[in-house]
């Protein structure tokens, strides 16, 4: 079953190659959706895929990569879209 996520990270999720972690993690488990950097200092992404490998994905998000401080994770669920590929945005 595919699934779609939503998050926002906030904490000191930037300038710690938060982004680059999440795209490697996502294209190793094949899930689609983007990450993008926010003008308020959050982390923003979205998950396309398998339930267990979207999971895994938000489970790592709320670590996130050695050097980041990880205060608070909002995950949405939304309706699939039907995406593709994983962008760094």
Known sequence: M??????VVRGRVQGVFFRD??????????????????????VEAVFEGAEEAVESLVAYCSEGPRGAEVED?????????????????
Request: aromatic share 4%; charged share 35%.
């Open 21 to 42: 972690s999440i795209r490697q993690r996502a294209d190793q488990r094949s899930v689609a959706g983007w990450v993008q950097n926010n003008h308020d200092g959050t």
């Open 73 to 89: 994770v909002d995950v949405a669920e939304e309706e699939v879209e039907g995406l593709a590929s994983f962008d760094v945005r």
């Open 2 to 7: 595919t699934i779609r996520r939503r998050l």
